[in-house]
């Protein structure tokens, strides 16, 4: 993905310019057990619109509360901190930020065309809250046309309500399928260990692909804050047999195992394009 690799001092310095221009990374926000591979090889998965999400989800180790109003300078420092990193996927990604109009979906499309404008042959992915279904919204985000839609369903509908409290699993299903509708190439992804059983998961499955998506990332549920345990651990062998099941069902792309996440190994769809 990138032209070469990441030297410890340079790591620092990425940190260092990240802080310097006000950006986070959902790598680091979220704890995600890839941050070391993904930082090393130059990867990082730009958050937008501060750090503080209105919402209150059970499995995200991300702060909430009253967020601070958006800095208009973000698009760009994303943008230069993009070529900085001499990224070839960019993936961009927010807080859910309820208290805003149209949740956001304006700083999506500005932050996608500054890194457009300085990385042209860049591919970007977005992953997106589900903009409370506003399709307005929404396509805000799509006329800026990423190359990626990504809104994750997160888990399975009998646990939706208890894990995303304030989020709604038909809805999320219904953003996918809008999004779909309007040509975009779309991704989901869920995790396990929250306390599914193997056909919720396989139903679960089949509703992404009803809804037009694409690629699909299943991982493995870590709990980052102690606030919702982790009912199981998959084994490499169930992992390989949800792609498999995925496969068959005819999605493009199926990223299963213990650390996948979102945006890891997010570039490999485009590798042979």
Do not use: W
Request: aromatic content about 8%; some cysteine.
């Amino acid at each position: 993905m990138f032209k070469r690799k990441i030297r410890l001092s340079e790591l620092h310095g990425l940190k260092k310019d990240l802080r310097s221009s006000g950006l986070h990374t959902v790598c680091e926000e979220a704890r995600c057990p890839n941050i070391n591979e993904c930082f090393k090889k130059h990867t990082a998965t730009f958050m937008i619109m501060g750090d503080v999400c209105t919402r209150n989800c059970k499995f995200c180790n991300v702060k909430h509360g009253k967020p601070l109003p958006l800095d208009v300078n973000e698009p760009k420092n994303v943008a230069d901190i993009a070529k900085k990193m001499q990224l070839s996927y960019v993936v961009i990604t927010s807080v859910t930020r309820d208290d805003l109009d149209d949740g956001g979906a304006e700083h999506f499309a500005l932050t996608i065309g500054a890194v457009r404008k300085l990385l042209p042959d860049s591919k970007i992915e977005v992953l997106t809250p589900d903009l409370k279904g506003n399709k307005s919204a929404l396509d805000k985000v799509f006329l800026a046309r990423p190359d990626v839609f990504n809104h994750n369903i997160e888990t399975v509908k009998g646990l939706s309500k208890m894990i995303r409290p304030m989020a709604d699993y038909e809805r999320s299903l219904e953003v996918l399928n809008y999004a779909s509708s309007k040509g975009m190439l779309v991704k989901s992804g869920l995790m396990l260990g929250l306390g599914e059983d193997l056909d919720s998961i396989h139903s679960t499955i089949k509703d992404l692909f009803k809804a037009g998506v694409k690629i699909l990332t299943i991982g493995q549920y870590f709990n980052p804050n102690m606030a919702q345990p982790v009912a199981k651990y998959y084994s490499d062998a169930e992992f390989q047999e949800l792609k498999t099941f995925g496969e068959n069902l005819g999605f493009d792309y199926v990223f299963s195992g213990v650390y996948v996440r979102s945006s890891y190994m997010a570039s490999e769809v485009f590798k042979n394009k």
